[in-house]
DNA sequence: CCGCGCGATTTGTGATCACACACCCGTCAT
DNA sequence: ATGACGGGTGTGTGATCACAAATCGCGCGG
């Protein structure tokens, strides 16, 4: 029959747990230099140390994890110097992801971005870190995904996995207030369909938090 | 005693593998659409499974290899949109890589692109597309590596690793007969400490190839 | 002559094991 | 008290194996 082309039923051992320790470091939820074992990652998953080996070893060919010499694996504590060429590359890309973008931006997307803007807001309020920049990472993934553009977002992507552990610390020192202000100026950027502007407010947007993390 | 304090006197399997693989593939010696098997990769390079498979997860996960859905790995055959996204990769991070050499670009540096210049003639001459690439990506490492900036170089091998199959089909494809215009561009502007100049000639010189490749 | 189905073979997956090395910590000599 | 040395434990590496699924090829039926 073949009705219901499920693709896989059982997504493979490795698969799973690649996507939890992937959204866990892009969380910041793991603490920069803090150290992963093959035993201990595989008893926590419930697998053996192959699928766990598969997964830490992915996670290290894209930058989300920092491979010792002996072996070990560990979340990265960046550099300055990383810090800002990171930054810089979310830059560069965000800003041609963005721009990509604003042809396609219907209002419909533009709502969607103010709702999750107000939930950005909710987060800051109940002091949630990780909250705060999972929400935020999702306001910029679903202004990109209008970009029709999967390989710069995967780039894009590949950065923030890198800059997860740092992330967390940084939004763990500064003591927000107010929902971030840059994510106002894209939102209007959007709607009177201003590229320079829409350009100017992303790049600023991505360049704020991590400017005074170098300090 | 520990003087000479050589990191690790017999390089892991797994990542000789992996070297041995990635050059291959960057330099476009493996025809888009082939297929790799683990037990394959293992006896080619002299190794059980355990390293081969290691090895061609690592280069999928950096986009050198796909991997279908029954967990066959191949090199990848491109799509039109998808060569376009990566050639404008190319553009963004290149210029960028570029642009922060220039102020580090000394005299020495000028003298070995115009010998990696005529080494690419060279290969020119004698028609040899994989030598041709290998000069050809050389060229711009060696420049973009003053720019002491390893996590956007980082990113742009990536980018050329996705573009290594597909690159060695563009350039059998075209009859080359003088070496690229655009890298005396890049020589001359270096030269005169032009950075406009030196932008535009990187962003040609990255986005003419691969104009024809989406024709 | 072509299309289909079935079986043999190949292939990826994950578990387990032996081994070598790194790391940690207590002990001992100075 | 402090330093180096030593052994025990933990850790990564790579080989091997059993199993399930996919793939390929052959032969049969149309």
Redesign the interface.
């Known amino acids: 029959m073949l009705l219901n082309p499920r ?2 039923p059982s997504p ?1 051992a490795h698969d799973r747990v690649y996507r939890g320790l992937r959204t866990r470091v892009m969380h910041g939820e793991i603490a920069p230099g803090q150290a992963l074992t093959l035993r201990g990652i595989g008893r926590e998953f419930g697998v053996s140390m ?1 699928p766990a ?2 997964a830490l ?2 996670l290290v ?3 989300a994890l920092t491979l010792s ?1 002996s ?1 070990r694996v560990s979340t990265p504590e960046l550099s300055d110097d ?1 810090i800002e ?2 930054a ?2 979310r830059a ?2 965000e800003v ?1 992801l963005a721009s990509r973008a604003l042809p396609r931006a219907h209002i419909a997307l533009i709502d969607r971005l103010t709702a999750i803007n107000a939930g950005i807001a909710d987060e800051i309020a109940r002091q949630d870190a990780v909250g705060y920049i999972r929400r935020n990472l999702e306001f910029h993934r679903t202004l990109y995904l209008r970009a029709q ?4 977002l ?2 894009a992507e ?1 950065v923030w996995l ?1 800059l997860g552990p740092t992330m967390r610390a940084l939004y763990g020192r500064l003591r927000r207030q107010d929902p971030p202000h840059f994510h106002r100026l894209i939102i209007a950027a959007l709607k009177a369909g201003d590229e320079p502007g829409l350009r100017l407010a992303v790049r600023s947007d991505v360049t704020q938090g991590l400017r005074m993390l170098t300090g």
Chains 1, 2 share one sequence.
């Open positions: 693709p896989d493979a192959t080996r598969e070893r992915r060919a894209e930058g010499s072996g990383r060429e990171l810089a590359l560069l890309l041609e553009a999967p390989a710069i995967a780039m590949t890198q």
